[in-house]
């Protein structure tokens, strides 16, 4: 390792040591593609972690189950244990295991590993080049064209591995295109992320909860509507627990009535009401293990604006927190997730629903609403919401345009025909009595069902 301080040496023997360790635990299965792909044995600058990476990315690929007995027993099959590990043993790879953080971190330590091995290789071509330039062998352009090609081969070491080259046009369009992989189906599949914004008291927390608590007892967020449960992570980092508590009750409650109750195991909190500062490690790393050990298919996390202290500019907390975001749907696998945000305070009477911070938030989600007061007749005795997108979405899905002050939930969705509101939503009888005489007319004309007709989320 020349040309290396010893503490840089030192920095990565132990990122060889972790990455290589994190292949042994089976909980990296959904990072090992990623992490094969942009490693080989020749990358490790210690030769017993380049064969034991081949090794273990042949067993990753071919299915098998990895982890320290299992590989102990295959070194030992093969007779390599002794030569690979030496006298240490099998110990040798539960120190490799232990010697792992968190393998959230794994693509740190892999960059850590390629970037050092693409200096030996520049290092090596110089060398050759130097040799040349010594022994003036050849021509000095024909060795300048070596010198080149050399470094060229450096630089495109890692784009090599994973170019799968091109693909024609009309060979992408005879695709079957895939089915979406639903969390909730039809309105978040896996990776898709979803920004929810709302002045203060807009009712965005409720709206958040009312999505996890029925999709983790399987029901649609706003229709009567049953799906599969789905495992769900709710971190709240504005509210206390006497905040949180009557809300979440009452909605456990609501599901349980309904006959489909949140199983244990399905539902996983922590409320932080302190916030966290997701920029710094220890917070970063504290949010992996959660995830790891509660394996979400989504995750609601928020308010945005206490997941950072940090004093810098917008942009720069806002990359800073995207990128702790990222790392959590990469050690989920993919979940779905909903952030809440703030938006600005109103202006001239007008509010504008985007995020509050960098101009990046809007580029980030695939979707973005706000929830904004309507008007007309009943809108606020209903608490009538419009559903606003302040983002185009990437994908078609099936969101409402608006939703009303539910009874046995918080919100309730109102359907469209056309571009006309079919009012079906229950007023209760208190409600119906705070009506002036002219918005009573006016619902009676656009046929309200009475209070007695029940609501159209069960």
Known sequence: MSGMTEERAAELREAEDAVVGTLLHPEAKDLAPDLINMLSGPDFSQVRH???????????????????????????????LTR????????????LHDAVPTVAHAPAYAEMVREESQWRALSVAAARTMTAVQRRE?????????????????????????????????????????????VIPGVLARWDRLMITAGEGGGKS???????????AGLHPWKTARIAPVRVLHIDAENSDSQAYPWLEMMFNAAKAGGTPVERGRFFMRLIPEGLDVTQARDRAWLARLVEQT??????????????????????????????LEMMRAVSGGAAMILEAHAPHAQMGKRDLRPIGSSLWMRWPEFGFGLAPATGPGAKELRLMDWVPWRGPRSERAWPEQFCQGATWPWQAIPYA????????????????????????????????GPDQGVLIP
């Open 206 to 216: 409720l709206m958040l909860r009312q999505i996890m608590m029925r999709a983790a």
């Open 138 to 182: 050849g021509t000095a352009v024909a060795a300048a064209e070596a010198a080149v090609d050399a470094a060229r081969a450096v630089r495109d070491q890692q784009i090599q591995r994973l170019d799968d080259g091109a693909i024609d046009l009309l060979d992408f369009l005879a695709q079957t295109p895939p089915e979406p992989d639903w």
């Open 418 to 449: 056309g571009n006309a509101p079919v009012m079906v939503a229950t007023l209760t009888a208190d409600q119906v009595a705070a009506l002036s005489p002219e918005d009573r007319a006016l619902l009676d004309r656009s046929g309200e069902p």
């Open 50 to 80: 380049g064969e034991l990476w081949d090794l273990l990315s042949s067993l990753w690929a071919g299915g098998r189950a990895v982890d320290p007995i299992t590989v102990t027993g295959v070194l030992r099959e093969r007779g390599d």
């Open 84 to 95: 690979l590990a030496g006298p240490a043993g099998a110990a040798w790879l539960h120190q």
């Open 295 to 324: 394996r979400p298919d989504l995750i609601s996390i928020g308010a945005l604006y206490k997941l950072s202290a940090n004093a810098k500019n917008d942009e720069e907390a806002a990359r800073a927190v995207m990128s702790a």
